[in-house]
């Protein structure tokens, strides 16, 4: 059996992932790819390091040289994250003419196009299957098993550490903070969380699928972005009381008027089954024009569903029967395409008000949305005192442009406190 050394770049969450993987399953590795794999070395910042997994020390290097400088080597595992110096590592190995696997969306997304390139150039593979998604094959379903498609939308909760901390709120009551540190414990959220809780990772991830499904260039300036750190209890009471549950959602659509773009907080009936996807579960709804609807549905962070999307890519490219099928589909020549404007979306919202209590503030505000085109399904009010009132409005669909306007205006009623939430309610044309 042919003998192939490889190296990883990083021993963090998905290096150790990737380590136990290759140690627990030596037998499934080798027959599957039909050679004999073995880590010969793994850079990393810090050699003393207490670690989670084993590794003779001698295998530890703070030096990238001996990985790129070894002609011996012939895949690289980038798995450190960030742009600096995992962008310049990736570049150096294929420079050096080794296959790349990476899990590093937020590079993906930045630097892709180059990455591709070079890969191109050098005549190596460049593999990515645990950038979106974690353990779910999400990259191969779209670049391989849908490629008779045109796909038309894609749905999906695609940041497991927002889901875990939301699943936590809604479920146990958890407050925010406490179910993020339980995220960064079991290795789900970045280095920097702020990428996960603000919405960036998700960002990264839908330019990534949504540049392969609609086979157009999108750049994370396309996408509107709103993350979690701004959903409150009350909102869960609320929107649990109106048979919602509160998800990441990331949404890509293929319209008329051009391709619709947008990761926020999303109000979905509990029915649905996004509305069950709980923890660091990840799952991404796809409609395409021949298949109709499908859903993928899988551990979308954590060391070892993230090692497993690691380690097929490794087998894919010794078993040499990938072609360059993933490589050229992101590759710089893609056709830009209109993307729709946030403003002409159209969705229904929940809308949270704290108020003064005096007559006619209901008048005030509901000639306000309805002189916006923007019409009202229901209204609740909570009376905390008299000088703070919550008011929940559900609205009918409306233009987000024209909700807008009428937040703009709301704000500047004397009888308003605060604009507490706006939330996107998304029925899913139920
Ligand atoms: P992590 O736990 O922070 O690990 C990063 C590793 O990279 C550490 O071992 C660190 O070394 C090493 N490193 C950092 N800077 C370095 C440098 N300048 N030179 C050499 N080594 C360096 O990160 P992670 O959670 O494993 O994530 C790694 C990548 O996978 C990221 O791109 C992330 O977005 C992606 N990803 C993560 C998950 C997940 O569930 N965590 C899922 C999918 C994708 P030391 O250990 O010595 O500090
Ligand atoms: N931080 C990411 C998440 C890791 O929580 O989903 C998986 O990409």
Redesign the pocket.
Known sequence: MEKVKIAL???????SGVWKIFNTNKNEVSRRSGCEVEIAKV????KF?QRKVDVPPDMLT?NPDDIFKDESIKIVAE????ID??KEYILRAMRSKKHVV??????LATSGEELFKTAEEEDVYFYYE??VG?GIPIIREINESLTANKIMEIVGILN?TTNYILSKMSKEHMDFKAALDEAKEK?????DPTSDIEGY?PVYKLAIIASLSFGAKITVDDIYREGITKITPLDIKYACKFGYTIKLLSIGKVCPDGIELRVHPTMIPKAHPLSNVNDSFNAIYINGNAVGELMLYGKG???LP?GSAVVSDIISILRNNGSQYICTSLKNHMPHKKIKPLKENISQYYIRLSVIDMPGVLGEISTILGRNNVSILTVTQDVKSKHDVSLIFITHEAKEGDMQKSIDNIKKLTCINKVESIIRIENFNE
């Open positions: 770049l990083g021993l963090g969450n998905v290096g850079l990393v910042r810090d390091k703070t798995l450190i994250g960030g110096p995992a990476t899990a590093n969306k937020m590079l645990a950038s974690g497991g290795g789900y959220a970045e280095a990772d962070a954590g060391d993230t």
